[in-house]
């Protein structure tokens, strides 16, 4: 069984920066960020795919936050600089044992793993 431990969220005002990270236990081939805002549904935020390294992001997050990945540590980890008020949720770290296309890795469903999430918390 796969565990991911989430840590790094807190509160920072408008223009600040924060950096998640995401450990887990297991091997993963798929790995990303997700956020939940109060009443709104669970958005896709950020993924890197193992098998080349590929990146994709969420429109709303392009330019401003980058995922990286450690292999040695088996860990994904999520800078976010500029942060916006918008920004504010809980973030839930995702993986997934096998591959996911490129078509669906957006898709929450396709995600195996969840981590039990971090608040982030932007002020103006």
């Known amino acids: 069984q796969v565990q991911l431990v989430e840590s790094g969220g807190g509160s920072v005002q408008a223009g600040g920066s924060l950096r998640l990270s995401c450990a887990t236990s297991g091997l993963t081939f798929t790995m990303g960020w997700f956020r939940q805002a109060p009443e709104k549904e669970r958005e896709f935020v950020a993924v890197?795919?193992?098998?080349?390294?590929?990146?994709y992001y969420g429109d709303s997050v392009k330019g401003r936050f980058t995922i990286s990945r450690d292999n040695a540590k088996k860990a994904v980890y999520l800078q976010m600089n500029n942060l916006k008020p918008e920004d504010t949720a809980v973030y839930y770290c995702?993986?997934?044992?096998?591959?996911?296309?490129?078509?669906?890795?957006?898709?929450?469903?396709?995600?195996?793993?969840w981590g039990q999430g971090t608040q982030v918390t932007v002020s103006s």
């Open positions: 890197r795919r193992w098998s080349d390294g590929s990146t």
């Open positions: 995702a993986a997934r044992g096998g591959l996911v296309s490129a078509q669906t890795i957006r898709d929450e469903s396709r995600y195996d793993y």
